[in-house]
Protein backbone atom coordinates (compact mmCIF):
# COMPACT_ATOMS: atom_id res chain seq x y z
CA UNK A 1 0.00 0.00 0.00
CA UNK A 2 0.87 3.73 -0.55
CA UNK A 3 1.85 5.84 2.46
CA UNK A 4 -0.08 8.86 3.34
CA UNK A 5 2.33 12.02 2.09
CA UNK A 6 2.97 14.36 4.78
CA UNK A 7 1.74 17.71 3.42
CA UNK A 8 4.86 20.02 5.09
CA UNK A 9 3.39 22.75 3.11
CA UNK A 10 0.13 23.04 4.16
CA UNK A 11 1.47 22.68 7.71
CA UNK A 12 3.47 25.33 7.21
CA UNK A 13 0.74 27.73 5.69
CA UNK A 14 -1.27 27.15 8.09
CA UNK A 15 1.17 27.85 10.97
CA UNK A 16 2.03 30.99 9.41
CA UNK A 17 -1.27 32.14 9.28
CA UNK A 18 -1.79 31.47 12.85
CA UNK A 19 1.71 33.12 13.50
CA UNK A 20 0.38 36.72 11.17
CA UNK A 21 -2.64 36.91 13.81
CA UNK A 22 -0.18 36.97 16.69
CA UNK A 23 2.26 39.08 15.20
CA UNK A 24 -0.80 41.46 15.01
CA UNK A 25 -1.68 41.71 18.62
CA UNK A 26 2.51 43.04 19.30
CA UNK A 27 2.20 46.94 19.80
CA UNK A 28 5.39 47.04 17.67
CA UNK A 29 6.03 43.93 14.69
CA UNK A 30 8.90 41.86 15.80
CA UNK A 31 11.98 42.42 13.66
CA UNK A 32 14.21 39.43 12.24
CA UNK A 33 17.37 40.30 10.72
CA UNK A 34 19.03 38.30 8.27
CA UNK A 35 22.87 38.64 7.39
CA UNK A 36 23.93 37.06 3.99
CA UNK A 37 27.90 37.17 2.91
CA UNK A 38 29.38 36.58 -0.26
CA UNK A 39 26.94 35.42 -3.63
CA UNK A 40 25.96 31.84 -3.53
CA UNK A 41 22.65 31.73 -4.95
CA UNK A 42 21.41 29.02 -3.10
CA UNK A 43 21.75 31.42 0.13
CA UNK A 44 19.93 34.47 -1.91
CA UNK A 45 17.36 31.97 -2.73
CA UNK A 46 16.81 30.92 0.59
CA UNK A 47 17.40 34.75 1.98
CA UNK A 48 14.61 35.81 0.15
CA UNK A 49 12.17 33.46 0.76
CA UNK A 50 12.73 34.07 4.64
CA UNK A 51 12.23 37.48 3.74
CA UNK A 52 9.02 37.27 1.73
CA UNK A 53 7.70 34.87 4.80
CA UNK A 54 9.05 37.83 7.17
CA UNK A 55 6.85 40.42 5.44
CA UNK A 56 3.50 37.58 4.65
CA UNK A 57 3.35 37.34 8.36
CA UNK A 58 3.88 40.67 9.18
CA UNK A 59 6.98 40.56 10.41
CA UNK A 60 9.65 43.53 10.15
CA UNK A 61 12.37 42.05 8.45
CA UNK A 62 15.97 43.75 7.73
CA UNK A 63 18.21 41.42 4.86
CA UNK A 64 22.16 42.61 5.32
CA UNK A 65 24.22 41.68 2.14
CA UNK A 66 27.39 41.64 2.69
CA UNK A 67 30.26 41.33 -0.35
CA UNK A 68 31.97 37.84 -0.39
CA UNK A 69 35.64 39.35 0.86
CA UNK A 70 34.05 41.15 4.26
CA UNK A 71 36.26 40.21 7.07
CA UNK A 72 35.49 38.43 10.80
CA UNK A 73 35.73 41.93 12.25
CA UNK A 74 32.87 43.75 10.35
CA UNK A 75 30.72 41.13 10.47
CA UNK A 76 30.99 40.87 14.13
CA UNK A 77 30.86 44.12 14.34
CA UNK A 78 27.60 44.04 12.36
CA UNK A 79 26.32 41.08 14.80
CA UNK A 80 27.04 43.77 17.73
CA UNK A 81 24.67 46.40 16.70
CA UNK A 82 21.89 44.66 15.77
CA UNK A 83 22.42 42.69 19.22
CA UNK A 84 21.84 46.07 20.81
CA UNK A 85 18.82 47.39 17.99
CA UNK A 86 15.68 47.36 20.08
CA UNK A 87 13.91 46.31 16.96
CA UNK A 88 15.47 43.16 15.89
CA UNK A 89 14.52 40.45 17.70
CA UNK A 90 15.95 37.22 15.87
CA UNK A 91 19.49 37.21 13.82
CA UNK A 92 20.53 35.11 11.43
CA UNK A 93 23.31 34.47 9.48
CA UNK A 94 22.71 32.22 6.50
CA UNK A 95 25.36 29.55 6.45
CA UNK A 96 27.65 28.45 4.38
CA UNK A 97 29.80 31.69 5.36
CA UNK A 98 32.95 32.31 3.22
CA UNK A 99 35.71 30.16 4.07
CA UNK A 100 38.12 32.59 5.90
CA UNK A 101 35.14 33.40 8.26
CA UNK A 102 35.20 31.21 11.03
CA UNK A 103 31.50 30.27 11.28
CA UNK A 104 31.39 29.22 15.09
CA UNK A 105 32.52 32.06 16.35
CA UNK A 106 30.61 34.10 14.17
CA UNK A 107 27.49 32.20 15.48
CA UNK A 108 28.49 32.28 19.00
CA UNK A 109 28.89 36.12 18.80
CA UNK A 110 25.17 36.23 18.39
CA UNK A 111 22.83 37.61 21.46
CA UNK A 112 21.48 33.90 22.86
CA UNK A 113 18.04 35.15 23.00
CA UNK A 114 17.96 36.64 19.59
CA UNK A 115 19.88 33.52 18.20
CA UNK A 116 16.62 32.10 16.06
CA UNK A 117 18.75 29.53 14.00
CA UNK A 118 19.30 27.97 18.01
CA UNK A 119 22.79 27.37 17.19
CA UNK A 120 24.51 29.24 19.73
CA UNK A 121 25.91 26.76 22.26
CA UNK A 122 23.57 28.22 24.93
CA UNK A 123 20.52 26.99 23.33
CA UNK A 124 22.17 23.82 22.23
CA UNK A 125 22.78 23.30 26.29
CA UNK A 126 19.56 24.21 26.74
CA UNK A 127 18.36 21.65 24.27
CA UNK A 128 20.14 18.98 25.85
CA UNK A 129 19.02 19.32 29.35
CA UNK A 130 15.82 19.85 28.06
CA UNK A 131 15.58 23.43 29.43
CA UNK A 132 13.66 26.04 27.50
CA UNK A 133 15.28 28.24 25.10
CA UNK A 134 15.41 28.99 21.26
CA UNK A 135 15.29 25.28 19.39
CA UNK A 136 17.04 24.84 15.43
CA UNK A 137 14.16 25.47 13.12
CA UNK A 138 14.85 21.99 10.94
CA UNK A 139 14.11 19.63 13.24
CA UNK A 140 11.82 21.11 15.70
CA UNK A 141 9.60 21.45 12.33
CA UNK A 142 9.99 17.85 11.47
CA UNK A 143 8.84 17.31 15.38
CA UNK A 144 5.68 19.40 14.99
CA UNK A 145 4.97 17.53 11.81
CA UNK A 146 5.25 14.29 13.54
CA UNK A 147 2.94 15.91 16.41
CA UNK A 148 0.17 16.83 13.58
CA UNK A 149 0.14 13.82 12.29
CA UNK A 150 -0.18 11.87 15.77
CA UNK A 151 3.20 9.97 15.06
CA UNK A 152 3.65 7.76 18.47
CA UNK A 153 6.90 8.50 19.71
CA UNK A 154 7.15 7.26 22.85
CA UNK A 155 8.72 3.64 22.92
CA UNK A 156 9.35 4.07 18.92
CA UNK A 157 12.78 3.55 17.70
CA UNK A 158 13.94 6.33 15.74
CA UNK A 159 17.02 5.89 12.96
CA UNK A 160 18.77 9.63 12.23
CA UNK A 161 21.17 9.50 9.31
CA UNK A 162 23.22 11.97 9.37
CA UNK A 163 24.59 13.64 12.24
CA UNK A 164 25.55 17.54 11.55
CA UNK A 165 24.93 20.11 14.19
CA UNK A 166 21.98 21.36 12.69
CA UNK A 167 19.73 18.89 11.58
CA UNK A 168 20.89 15.02 13.01
CA UNK A 169 22.24 16.16 16.18
CA UNK A 170 19.54 18.18 17.66
CA UNK A 171 17.01 15.60 16.07
CA UNK A 172 18.41 13.09 18.03
CA UNK A 173 18.01 14.71 21.49
CA UNK A 174 14.19 16.27 20.72
CA UNK A 175 13.29 12.10 19.78
CA UNK A 176 15.15 11.48 22.65
CA UNK A 177 13.43 13.96 24.75
CA UNK A 178 10.03 12.47 23.06
CA UNK A 179 10.82 9.04 24.38
CA UNK A 180 12.01 7.32 21.40
CA UNK A 181 14.80 4.85 21.57
CA UNK A 182 17.47 6.77 19.58
CA UNK A 183 20.25 5.86 16.51
CA UNK A 184 22.56 8.35 14.90
CA UNK A 185 24.37 7.19 11.53
CA UNK A 186 26.67 8.92 9.86
CA UNK A 187 29.47 8.52 7.43
CA UNK A 188 31.51 6.08 9.27
CA UNK A 189 28.12 3.37 9.80
CA UNK A 190 28.93 0.44 8.32
CA UNK A 191 25.60 -1.20 6.54
CA UNK A 192 23.42 1.50 6.95
CA UNK A 193 20.24 -0.77 5.40
CA UNK A 194 20.56 -2.54 8.84
CA UNK A 195 19.97 0.03 11.05
CA UNK A 196 17.23 2.16 8.44
CA UNK A 197 15.16 -1.19 8.28
CA UNK A 198 14.46 -0.99 12.13
CA UNK A 199 13.13 2.35 12.17
CA UNK A 200 9.62 2.72 12.85
CA UNK A 201 10.85 7.11 12.67
CA UNK A 202 13.36 7.24 9.60
CA UNK A 203 14.76 10.74 9.76
CA UNK A 204 17.43 11.16 6.74
CA UNK A 205 19.41 14.31 6.54
CA UNK A 206 22.66 13.54 4.73
CA UNK A 207 22.64 15.40 1.29
CA UNK A 208 22.81 12.63 -1.16
CA UNK A 209 20.37 11.58 -3.05
CA UNK A 210 18.96 7.94 -2.70
CA UNK A 211 20.60 7.15 -0.13
CA UNK A 212 17.82 5.56 1.13
CA UNK A 213 15.96 3.15 -0.68
CA UNK A 214 12.65 1.58 -0.20
CA UNK A 215 14.09 -1.63 0.25
CA UNK A 216 15.70 0.23 3.74
CA UNK A 217 12.55 1.15 4.51
CA UNK A 218 10.63 -1.05 7.50
CA UNK A 219 6.68 -1.69 6.29
CA UNK A 220 4.79 1.14 8.04
CA UNK A 221 7.91 3.72 9.47
CA UNK A 222 7.31 7.42 9.18
CA UNK A 223 9.83 8.50 6.67
CA UNK A 224 10.96 12.16 6.92
CA UNK A 225 13.45 13.25 4.18
CA UNK A 226 14.91 15.89 4.65
CA UNK A 227 17.35 16.34 2.35
CA UNK A 228 17.86 18.87 -0.68
CA UNK A 229 19.43 18.36 -3.60
CA UNK A 230 19.91 20.12 -6.75
CA UNK A 231 19.84 17.59 -9.19
CA UNK A 232 22.01 18.21 -12.74
CA UNK A 233 18.23 18.52 -14.32
CA UNK A 234 17.58 21.44 -12.04
CA UNK A 235 14.98 19.58 -10.50
CA UNK A 236 15.44 19.10 -6.33
CA UNK A 237 15.12 15.98 -4.60
CA UNK A 238 15.78 14.17 -1.06
CA UNK A 239 17.73 12.11 0.08
CA UNK A 240 15.28 9.07 0.09
CA UNK A 241 14.41 7.56 -3.04
CA UNK A 242 10.33 8.56 -2.84
CA UNK A 243 9.17 5.95 -5.16
CA UNK A 244 10.03 2.64 -3.52
CA UNK A 245 10.01 4.28 -0.35
CA UNK A 246 6.13 5.22 -0.43
CA UNK A 247 5.26 1.97 -1.21
CA UNK A 248 6.93 0.61 2.23
CA UNK A 249 6.16 3.03 4.36
CA UNK A 250 3.03 4.36 6.46
CA UNK A 251 4.09 8.09 6.06
CA UNK A 252 6.28 9.85 4.22
CA UNK A 253 7.47 13.59 3.30
CA UNK A 254 7.75 14.75 -0.14
CA UNK A 255 10.60 16.93 -1.37
CA UNK A 256 9.86 19.51 -1.95
CA UNK A 257 6.83 20.43 -0.40
CA UNK A 258 8.03 18.63 3.36
CA UNK A 259 11.22 19.61 5.76
CA UNK A 260 11.61 22.71 3.97
CA UNK A 261 8.34 24.82 4.33
CA UNK A 262 8.21 23.85 7.86
CA UNK A 263 11.85 25.03 8.75
CA UNK A 264 10.54 28.69 7.42
CA UNK A 265 7.45 28.44 9.54
CA UNK A 266 9.72 27.67 12.22
CA UNK A 267 11.79 30.39 12.32
CA UNK A 268 9.40 32.77 11.89
CA UNK A 269 7.62 31.49 15.09
CA UNK A 270 10.97 31.30 16.72
CA UNK A 271 11.55 35.04 16.22
CA UNK A 272 8.03 35.93 17.44
CA UNK A 273 8.71 33.48 20.56
CA UNK A 274 11.82 35.88 20.83
CA UNK A 275 10.44 38.67 20.51
CA UNK A 276 6.94 38.19 23.26
CA UNK A 277 10.04 36.55 25.73
CA UNK A 278 11.59 39.98 25.62
CA UNK A 279 8.07 41.77 25.51
CA UNK A 280 7.47 39.84 28.87
CA UNK A 281 10.66 40.46 30.57
CA UNK A 282 10.51 44.24 30.08
CA UNK A 283 6.74 44.00 32.05
P1 LIG B 1 26.05 18.08 6.71
O1 LIG B 1 26.45 19.08 7.72
O2 LIG B 1 26.86 17.92 5.46
O3 LIG B 1 25.96 16.67 7.45
C1 LIG B 1 25.72 15.50 6.73
C2 LIG B 1 25.71 14.33 7.68
O4 LIG B 1 25.48 13.15 6.91
C3 LIG B 1 27.03 14.13 8.43
O5 LIG B 1 26.79 13.84 9.78
C4 LIG B 1 27.66 12.93 7.72
O6 LIG B 1 28.43 12.10 8.54
C5 LIG B 1 26.42 12.16 7.29
N1 LIG B 1 26.71 11.28 6.18
C6 LIG B 1 27.41 11.51 5.06
N2 LIG B 1 27.47 10.40 4.30
C7 LIG B 1 26.79 9.44 4.96
C8 LIG B 1 26.51 8.07 4.71
N3 LIG B 1 26.97 7.47 3.61
N4 LIG B 1 25.80 7.38 5.62
C9 LIG B 1 25.35 7.98 6.73
N5 LIG B 1 25.58 9.27 7.04
C10 LIG B 1 26.30 9.99 6.17
O7 LIG B 1 24.56 18.31 6.19
P2 LIG B 1 23.29 19.03 6.89
O8 LIG B 1 23.54 20.47 6.98
O9 LIG B 1 22.85 18.26 8.09
O10 LIG B 1 22.22 18.80 5.74
C11 LIG B 1 21.84 17.53 5.29
C12 LIG B 1 20.85 17.66 4.16
O11 LIG B 1 19.69 18.30 4.65
C13 LIG B 1 21.33 18.53 2.99
O12 LIG B 1 20.76 18.03 1.79
C14 LIG B 1 20.74 19.88 3.28
O13 LIG B 1 20.55 20.67 2.13
C15 LIG B 1 19.43 19.46 3.88
N6 LIG B 1 18.82 20.47 4.77
C16 LIG B 1 17.53 20.75 4.54
C17 LIG B 1 16.89 21.65 5.36
C18 LIG B 1 15.45 21.93 5.11
O14 LIG B 1 14.94 22.91 5.61
N7 LIG B 1 14.76 21.08 4.35
C19 LIG B 1 17.56 22.27 6.41
C20 LIG B 1 18.90 21.93 6.65
C21 LIG B 1 19.52 21.00 5.81
P3 LIG B 1 29.79 12.57 9.29
O15 LIG B 1 29.30 13.29 10.52
O16 LIG B 1 30.47 11.30 9.59
O17 LIG B 1 30.51 13.45 8.32
Do not use: W
Request: glycine letters at 10%.
Amino acid sequence: MSATIIDGKGLAQHMREALKNRVASFPNPPGLAVIIVGDNPASQVYVSNKEKACVAAGIHSEVIALPGETSELDLLDRIEKLNADPKIDGILVQLPLPKHLNSRRVLDSILPEKDVDGFHPSNVGALFLGNPGLQPCTPHGVMKMLEHENVEIRGKHAVIVGASNIVGKPMAVMLLHAGATVTICNSKTPDLGHHTRDADILVVAVGRPNIVTGDMVKEGAVVIDVGMNRLENGKLAGDVEFESAKMKAAKITPVPGGVGPMTIAMLLENTVEAAARKREEAV
